[in-house]
């Protein structure tokens, strides 16, 4: 017989967001660069690509930044 344990009786911890938005954008900038080594052309163009990642990880920072009052309690 499973052991029964009474549930916490503190505050539930809430979903941070900061882990999947982070996720989810190195999961995209993976699938660009595969995009680009598999294909025989580029998908997105270097110009276009190197800025869009700065300001991708720029945006990942500022999220974690936001919601560091969320994982600390």
Do not use: E
């Amino acid at each position: 017989m499973p052991d029964r344990r009474p549930a916490p009786t503190g505050p539930r911890r809430r979903l941070d967001p900061s882990g999947p938005v982070i996720g989810v954008f190195f999961l995209v900038v993976a699938a660009v660069f595969m995009a680009n080594g598999f294909g025989g052309r580029p998908v997105a163009d270097l110009g276009l690509l190197v800025p869009a990642l700065l300001v991708g990880l720029g945006v990942a920072g500022i999220v974690r930044v936001l919601t560091r009052s969320r994982r600390s309690k």
